[in-house]
């Protein structure tokens, strides 16, 4: 990927380079974004990214994003009453209104269907955590 976005292979991606990279993937960030972002993980000061910082901000953000989905499946788990990594619909009705909130079926039905990957009446963990984190 590093690769892909530095244009003039001079093994650095320039403020330019990230602007350009990000329309060609059909995104159009504000010029402050991108600055933001090579802001973000500039380590050194020099107004670039550098492959050994790209390199570590990508090993970080994946971390995150394990961490993320890690939490997310213990918490689910939680509400596994059968040990069987699945939560059928009254279960994820009793989940969702725990709170005290009073749910609408048809909002329940709809995050159910979303939810159920494979159409079977069940929800496992895995599907419900790669719809929430999208990873």
């Known amino acids: ?21 990000y329309r060609s993937m059909g995104l159009n960030p504000t010029q402050e974004a991108v600055k933001n972002l090579l802001d973000e ?6 107004t670039y990214i550098e492959f050994e910082e790209y390199k570590d901000k990508l090993k970080t953000r994946m971390d995150e994003a394990v961490d993320e989905r890690n939490t997310l499946m213990d918490a689910f788990r939680t509400f596994d009453k059968k040990g069987d990594g699945t939560i ?10 725990g709170a005290g909130d009073v749910l609408d079926d048809a909002f329940l039905n709809e995050i159910f269907h979303d939810m159920d990957v494979n159409r ?6 895995k599907d419900m955590v790669g719809k929430i984190c999208k990873t």
């Open 1 to 21: 990927m590093f690769d892909a976005i530095d244009a003039d292979k001079d093994g650095r991606l320039s403020l330019e380079e990230l602007v350009r990279w």
């Open 88 to 97: 059928s619909y009254l279960m994820l009705r009793t989940v969702l209104s």
């Open 120 to 125: 079977d009446g069940i929800i496992t963990y």
């Open 41 to 46: 993980c500039d380590a050194n000061g020099s």
